[in-house]
């Protein structure tokens, strides 16, 4: 690797780590291109060299937080199977349902963004869809299509990505209803929903009764040894 090039990427991380800080003090809203270049000591346009908006530095940043997922990444690094891609959706119900509750409001408003970012441009949604599916699609299409090869799947149609896709915004949807304060959709019991979630999703992307009756709500694969970086999400 040239010494351009190590100079180029370092710049990057550099850009990255300012922007972090950035973020993490006055919001997405309260950041701008400006500021992170200021933090990063060089010009706005030098930025603009490696990222084109503050959307971009954005998703970018929220794609190395999901690299850097130690239970992601052992997730991803699992062999393609019928086990893998339950445990995937479980994975993306668990998260996304939970968010309301959770300590840190951090991703809450991240998703509140991409919601608006549906109503504005979409280049936020389109940029984050992107770096989702290229880190997260590849497993989940070969975990379905050994679902399918052991006969605990039927096919769907003729493009498996569009399933995870639907599987995502159906997640999204239910979790933005519980966001406000009071939710708009009273869902009951919190646990019964998520696996109710999971039965919905799985029956919708061709697995069997017998396949989810047999692989929802068994215990996740254990991780071995420590975290390794693969990105999500």
């Known amino acids: 690797m040239s010494t351009l ?20 003090r006055n919001g997405f809203a309260g950041t701008t ?10 010009s706005e346009g030098l930025l603009f060299k490696h990222f ?13 937080e999901c690299e850097a ?6 997730l991803l690094g699992q062999e393609p199977s019928t086990a893998t891609l339950v445990e995937l959706v479980q994975g993306m119900v668990g998260h996304f349902m939970q968010l309301r509750d959770a300590p840190d409001q951090e991703e809450a408003q991240r998703m509140r963004l991409m919601v608006t970012s549906h109503l504005d441009d979409g280049e936020f949604a389109r940029l984050l ?3 989702v599916g290229k880190l997260i699609g590849p497993t989940f299409a070969a975990s379905l299509e050994s679902a399918i090869a052991a006969g605990e799947a039927t ?11 639907f599987a995502h915004h159906t997640v999204l949807m239910g979790a933005l209803t519980q966001l406000p304060a009071t939710p708009c959709l009273p869902y009951g019991d919190a646990a019964a929903a998520e696996q109710q979630l999971c039965q919905f999703i799985l029956r919708g992307i061709g697995l069997t009764e ?10 996740p694969s254990p991780s071995a040894g420590p975290s390794v970086t693969a990105e999500s999400a």
Request: with cysteine.
């Open 52 to 64: 084109p908006s503050k959307a971009a530095l954005y998703a970018e940043i929220l794609a190395e």
């Open 129 to 131: 869809y992107d770096k």
């Open 155 to 165: 096919r769907i149609g003729n493009e498996p990505l569009n399933l995870f896709w």
């Open 5 to 24: 090039r190590m100079t180029s990427d370092l710049r990057r991380q550099l850009i990255l780590s300012a922007a972090k800080r950035c973020f993490a």
């Open 69 to 74: 997922d130690p239970d992601l990444a052992h």
């Open 33 to 42: 291109t400006k500021s992170v270049a200021a933090a990063a000591a060089i």
């Open 210 to 219: 017998a396949a989810i009756s047999t692989h929802l709500g068994r215990q």
